[in-house]
């Protein structure tokens, strides 16, 4: 079967200390660290063995992954087998990019993060190309904060015409009309991040094709619905496998909502769902074709 799988580890630590993040500047001990490593290699040593199924894989760390080694040579590794159709990480892209060389530029693919304040702008975009220059599939995004607007202007006019400039809408902060006209502007796809989806008892491919793993292994529809579904590593979740409506009122996160058979994401993103890689160049959204809840949606990744 087409599996999707998002997996995340224990690994907390981050090197930036984004004042919107939850989760910034902390640091795991070297216990934590190794613990964390330990947990990564059984899962792609169940990747890597699990070949009766055709597997998708985000990493989607609290921390930042690629920072440490293990996170680069798994990624790396995972990209050449034939079993493994995609796999991504997210990353806000401190780390140096000649581990790429190790992998396949077919199946990986990064989805960047730019932080301003964290990074040096100038850094950040000779990063982005030198993975376009290695062929590697990626998008690069920003949260939708005012003081970032000049930030974001300037990465849609020096990125490469072909990479999608996403935004996040930034937790807390209500957009008026005309500012959420600007950053449409800049990402027609921003109507959907704008505001939470209604999701309550709604088709989600999240629990039948999209899977979501910790480091013990334990199996949840997705990272945002807590009851879980069995094991990876003793088979347990298979039988779990099946179509079931979102138990939760809303979804305000795109690793969860581009999964709702309600939104045509599938579609928009066909080939890239992972990466949040459009299929073609986004057109306006136009109308979201779900009800939309307030507040904003969460501004993290």
């Not at 995609?86 to 993060?113: E, K, Y």
Request: with cysteine; hydrophobic share 35%.
């Amino acid at each position: 079967m087409d599996l999707t799988l998002l997996y995340r580890g224990p690994l907390a630590s981050c090197d930036y200390d984004c004042p919107y993040c939850p989760f910034a500047k902390r640091r795991d001990t070297g216990d934590q660290l190794r613990a964390d490593r330990a947990a990564l290699e059984r899962f792609a040593a169940w990747a890597t063995a699990n070949t009766d199924d055709r597997l998708s894989i985000l990493f989607t760390p609290w921390g930042e992954g690629l920072v440490r080694s293990w996170y680069r040579r798994t990624l790396a590794e995972l990209s050449h087998l034939p079993h493994i159709r995609r796999v991504a990480i997210q990353t806000n892209l401190s780390c140096r990019t000649d581990w790429l060389a190790d992998a396949d530029p077919d199946t990986l693919a990064l989805w960047c993060t730019f932080h301003p304040g964290q990074t040096p702008y100038d850094r950040f975009l000779t990063k982005c190309r030198e993975l376009a220059a290695r062929g590697i599939r990626f998008s690069v995004g920003i949260v939708g904060l005012p003081e970032h607007l000049d930030a974001a202007r300037r990465l849609r006019a020096d990125l490469p015409d072909h990479v999608y400039l996403w935004i996040n809408a930034a937790d807390g902060h209500t957009y008026t009309g005309p500012e959420a006209d600007g950053w449409t502007r800049l990402d027609p796809l921003f109507p959907y991040s704008r505001h939470p989806h209604a999701s309550a008892g709604l088709p989600c491919r999240t629990g039948e094709s999209v899977i979501s793993v910790d480091g013990e292994g334990t199996v949840r529809r997705c990272h945002f619905v807590r009851d879980p579904l069995g094991n990876l590593y003793d088979g347990t979740y298979r039988a779990a496998l099946a179509p079931r409506g979102c138990p939760l009122t809303t979804c305000d996160c795109h690793i969860g909502y581009v999964h709702l058979e309600t939104l045509p994401l599938y579609d928009v993103f066909a080939g890239g769902v992972l990466e949040r890689v459009p299929a073609a160049r986004p057109a306006p959204a136009g109308p979201v074709p779900v009800t939309l809840l307030p507040p904003p949606t969460t501004a993290v990744r």
